[in-house]
């Protein structure tokens, strides 16, 4: 049962997931800290960046998922380090390999070291060619409205604009964008990098997201475990909030108590 009463189940690709948390698995110290972190989490779509990861490529060395089980966790592989649409394809091609058929991933073309922004051009191309050959695509975008509308008509599972760039902590930059977006949706969308602490996942919840993607701001917090506990129940927090619709914001002061019936 979803820990919100009365919500309608998160769906992807016709299955349906209790959190609205999705994590990664980089930066943690040690794969023990990225298990307990990711139990913590509630999380049950985890994040993987093939490229980076070992789940296989590598026989010999550690492999990822002898410690996040597929048979509990969603994997999705994700196509990170890519820079333009040919690698990005190539890495999805080789995660369903992997991973014996998997077709959900999460495709991010980046354009450059220094801003990891995505290069949205790649990654309409990018988009275009893993939906022709049956993936189903969770795209990593820009706040840019117009892109992710693009990128949902041609057939996306759901958009992912980023919060922030990916791995800055600083929250959600532009609210207003991601408002227009979500006016607009037609497929899920989730915020997607740059959350920094608890009430920026709460934020994003509360514009109307369905779900949030992080990373940094739990491998990189001080306590990693104590923050993913912490992210779970900020993106409830939101959730319900939103469900709950919040009071319209006023510019003067509004009595708290009653004024009728006053004794004077
Ligand atoms: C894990 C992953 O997919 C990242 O590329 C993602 O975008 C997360 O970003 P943060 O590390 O800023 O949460």
């Known amino acids: ?70 048979d509990r966790y969603t994997i999705l592989p994700n196509t990170a380090g890519c820079y333009d649409a040919d690698e990005a394809v190539r890495t999805c091609r080789l995660a369903r390999e992997l991973l014996d058929g998997h077709k959900l991933v999460k495709l991010e073309v980046l354009a450059d070291q220094k801003t990891l922004f995505p290069n949205v051009i790649e990654t309409l191309k990018a988009a275009e060619i893993l939906v022709k050959d049956d993936f189903d695509v969770m795209v990593y975008t820009s706040d840019d409205p117009i ?3 693009q990128l949902a008509d041609m057939g996306c599972i759901a958009v992912m604009p980023l919060a922030g760039l990916i791995g800055t902590g600083l929250g959600i930059c532009n609210p207003y964008n991601l408002r227009i977006i979500l006016e607009e949706a037609k497929v899920p969308v989730l ?69 009728e019936g006053l004794i004077r």
């Open 1 to 70: 049962m979803s820990p919100v009463p009365h919500d309608k189940p998160f769906t992807l690709a016709g299955r349906t997931y209790q959190s609205r948390l999705l994590v990664g698995t980089g930066k943690y110290k040690d794969l023990d800290e990225t298990r307990a972190a990711i139990e913590a989490s509630g999380a049950e779509i985890v994040t993987v960046a093939v490229r980076r990861t070992n789940i296989g490529q590598n026989p010999g060395e550690p492999n990822l998922l002898d410690v996040i089980s597929p």
């Open 147 to 149: 892109i992710a509308r």
């Open 191 to 259: 915020v997607d990098a740059g959350v920094g602490t608890a009430s920026d996942a709460t934020i994003a919840m509360e514009l109307g997201c369905e779900a949030v993607l992080m990373n940094s701001a739990i491998a990189l917090a001080q306590n990693p475990v104590l923050m993913a506990e912490a992210m779970k129940y900020a993106i409830d927090a939101g959730r319900l909030a939103y469900l709950a619709g919040r009071m319209p914001k006023r510019l003067y002061a509004s009595a708290s108590s009653p004024l």
